[in-house]
């Protein structure tokens, strides 16, 4: 693994200073195409488990992950054990356990990766909105969350991800407007 990432333990974070002066956070380095190539392959197992999870499509879902992939959950400061999952076949039902919601949309923010040859880690930021419809409106369960990464290629020589941390740092609920209520009280 290569170890000069920093870990997001808390909601500070800093870049490596001998990185500081190549590129700041989610900026790729100009200039090395090979970097940007990479980071894309990177982002985009990051987007197969976001639209895994808000289409509920448990195979896209594990398809992020290896075989053997573990995706853990930690609640920050809430004295919970992390949750686990582990493998293919418990991975493939977690976009299922969303269905309590009546939509998600897991928004992913700014990332950082660390490549080497066959493995990387990548920290990636998202606000994971949860929403619930009553006939007035409803509510959003917005979770400000990072993700911790560890990725290594397939047996294709496709990237994956071994190990997913996420922490969620803070929530909130919001008040939202169901579309159809909106347009009726606008008249």
């Not at 290569?2 to 590129?23: F, G, M």
């Not at 999870?53 to 609640?75: E, S």
């Not at 929530?171 to 909106?182: C, H, K, Q």
Request: aromatic share 8%; with cysteine.
């Amino acid at each position: 693994m290569v170890s000069n990432l920093p870990r997001l333990t808390s909601v500070r974070c800093r870049i490596p200073k001998a990185r500081q002066s190549e590129q700041s956070w989610g900026v790729h380095i100009m200039g090395d195409p090979e970097v940007s190539v990479e980071e894309s392959l990177l982002r985009h197992v990051a987007h197969d488990y976001a639209f895994g999870l808000d289409l509920r499509d448990g195979p896209r879902f594990a398809r992020a992950f290896l075989p053997d992939g573990r995706l853990t959950i930690i609640f920050e400061r809430a004295g919970l054990e992390p949750s686990e999952t582990i493998g293919q076949e418990q991975l493939l039902s977690t976009p299922a356990k969303l269905n309590i919601y009546d939509r998600t949309m897991h928004f992913l923010g700014q990332s950082h990766y660390e490549i080497g040859d066959s493995s990387a880690e990548g920290l990636v930021y998202c606000l994971a909105h949860h929403v619930s419809f009553t006939e007035s409106g409803g509510s959003d369960l917005v979770m400000h969350m990072s993700y911790d990464d560890e990725y290594a290629r397939d047996a294709t020589g496709a990237w994956r991800m071994a190990h997913r941390t996420g922490t969620i740092h803070w929530m909130e609920t919001r008040p939202v407007d169901a579309p159809g209520a909106f347009m009726r009280s606008q008249g």
